[in-house]
């Protein structure tokens, strides 16, 4: 093609995560950790609850944007009594998942030259969404000895005139790091005081250990108003596949989160807000199931590391299903390569660091059987002896 591909797309590099995903899919008996997605099956009184709205013939047409009210009445019914967050039905956009909220949240949020705060290492989709909107993002280091915790002095000397807003997963992805109240307070204290808007990726929100509890940014005084919170059922529900989630903001914002949604979606598919209707009425010990075995593998997990102390270093995950640990072998400064390398050569599939923005590390999801968990370590510890 003579036309030339726009600089906003140009500029974003290749997708790590998604190309050892394709490396891993060339190559047969693979031991999986690098996907972040749930193993287990969506509960079947949640399928059941979309094959029957699949039968009545209700999800052949679109939905109003913001979603089917009978779900947005629910969301903000958890949103109240799970969250602390006091919301109503007007306040929630039911979206393409958690990620298409936060891409709609991010263009309402910000201009072209505008700068966002995110923490890292992040979830890299966060990075590409400020890019996608002309913005940039300033990305300022957690402190990995301590948990990966929230750097309140670089975050507050990242501030500039053109920050317009701070954008952060809690829960997060990649590190399993749980933001406490006080850190959240201190964030919130430079939002009102700088007039910034944070927008927060709460995907994991049900997922913390050792009681350690997720805070909703929304929840804390006077941050409903410049909050936007986005969620998902994909995760809490192992529902990856069917794509929602929902966003809760102000009023006001509510209107322009739609502008940008409509033209990326339309609608989310109806058939799973009919599902995710059903995963918020419904009995919710599927979740905490997931929640139980996420511990069981991660402590299983953090032992396996500690019989390969001279090759990795970790931070002991506090919430999500991800481990990030450190490569303490100088090879590890190529986090791709040596993905790459234990990929071909030990048939482990891991996500390089570099991807997040925390070169020398590697991701490692623990939502997997535990038998798949024993299956990589005991050929990673074969490699690493070889």
Not at 116 to 139: K, N
Not at 235 to 251: L, Q
Not at 270 to 290: D, E, I, K, N, R
Not at 303 to 314: I, K, Q, S, T
Request: glycine share 6%; with cysteine; hydrophobic share 40%.
């Amino acid at each position: 093609m003579s036309a030339s591909i726009s600089h906003r797309v140009s500029q974003i590099p290749k997708s790590a995560i998604h190309e050892m995903t394709r490396l891993s899919a060339a190559l047969d008996d693979v031991a999986f950790l690098s996907w972040a997605k749930p193993t287990s099956g969506t509960p079947d009184h949640i399928n059941e609850a979309a094959i029957r709205a699949i039968q009545d013939g209700r999800t052949g047409g679109y939905s109003e944007p913001a979603g089917l009210l009978g779900l947005r009445e629910k969301i903000a019914e958890k949103l109240n009594t799970f969250n602390g967050i006091q919301a109503s039905a007007e306040e929630i956009v039911v979206t393409v998942g958690a990620i298409e909220g936060l891409s709609a949240a991010v263009m309402a949020a910000i201009d072209p030259g505008d700068e966002v705060i995110i923490p890292v290492p992040g979830y890299s989709t966060h990075i590409q969404q400020v890019l996608l909107a002309s913005g940039q993002p300033v990305c300022v280091p957690t402190v990995e000895p301590d948990g990966f915790r929230l750097d309140i002095e670089r975050i507050q000397d990242a501030v500039t005139d053109r920050t317009k807003a701070i954008l952060f997963c809690d829960p997060n992805n990649p590190t399993g790091s749980v933001y406490s109240k006080a850190e959240l307070e201190a964030l919130a204290e430079i939002a009102r005081r700088r007039n910034l808007v944070v927008i927060t990726d709460e995907a994991y929100e049900y997922f913390t250990f050792d009681g350690h509890k997720h805070e909703s940014m929304a929840s804390l005084p006077g941050m409903k108003e410049r909050t936007v919170s986005a969620f998902a059922f994909t995760k809490t529900y192992a529902m990856t596949g069917w794509r929602i989630g929902y966003v809760h903001a102000p009023k006001e914002w509510v209107a322009q989160i739609k502008k940008a949604h409509i033209p990326f979606a339309i609608c989310s598919p109806v058939v799973s807000q009919y599902a995710a209707m059903a995963a918020l009425s419904g009995p919710q010990t599927c979740v905490h199931q997931f929640r139980a075995h996420y511990e069981e593998t991660r402590n299983l997990m953090c032992e396996r590391l500690d019989g390969l102390n001279a090759v990795f270093d970790y931070q002991k995950p506090k919430g999500a299903y991800l481990m990030f640990p450190r490569i303490k072998l100088p090879e590890g400064n190529d986090s791709f390569a040596f993905a790459r390398d234990l990929l071909q050569a030990a048939r482990v599939s891991t996500t390089p660091g570099i991807a997040f923005r925390g070169e020398s590390h590697l991701r490692m999801s623990f939502c997997v059987p535990k038998e798949m968990v024993r299956n990589a370590f005991d050929r990673m510890a074969t490699y690493f002896k070889s």
